[in-house]
């Protein structure tokens, strides 16, 4: 049996904590929370998640930079974004500096937030399979290499 996918939730208003954490909570997800970035950083330097779910604007450091500097430390960690913002330049910035996954606005249909959190997972499982049999194909590549070396060298 595999263990739970882990995912984090971010925002600054535990109200919308709340929201989120109960409309996933029956999927069968561990679920953690912080209420700034700096907070999600800490517990990420700890415990690594499988998948972040993360408020666009929050005092301090806002989301898109959270998600940039969770790209560079962390880049197997899918990443989806939630705002109240309707800004396409916004959502623009996030996706090139975060590497989202995708960009959910506030409210949230609860059916659509479900949805986008188990196709990120599941794109986070191809992505490391597909990672894993690049690297199982790399070292029989190389050991390819050497046979033909050894067999050009007896001939």
Not at 46 to 56: A, M, T, Y
Not at 71 to 78: A, F, I, R, S, Y
């Amino acid at each position: 049996m595999t263990a739970p996918k882990r995912i984090l939730l971010v925002d600054d208003e535990a109200n919308v904590l709340k929201a989120l954490r109960r409309t996933l909570q029956f999927d069968g997800y561990q679920i953690f929370t912080a209420t700034n970035a700096v907070d999600a950083l800490e517990l990420m330097t700890v415990d690594p998640v499988d998948l972040v779910v993360s408020d666009c604007m929050m005092p301090g450091v806002t989301g898109i930079d959270l998600f940039a500097q969770m790209h560079k430390l962390w880049p197997d960690t899918v990443r989806v974004m939630l705002t109240g913002l309707s800004d396409h330049e916004v959502a623009l910035a996030a996706l090139e500096r975060g590497a989202i996954f995708r960009f959910l606005t506030k409210p949230w249909d609860d059916v659509d937030l479900r949805i986008t959190v188990r196709q990120a997972l599941e794109h986070r499982e191809l992505k490391l399979e597909s990672r894993h049999l690049l690297d199982f194909m790399d070292r029989r590549h190389e050991t390819l290499d050497t046979l033909v070396d050894v067999v050009a060298t007896k001939a």
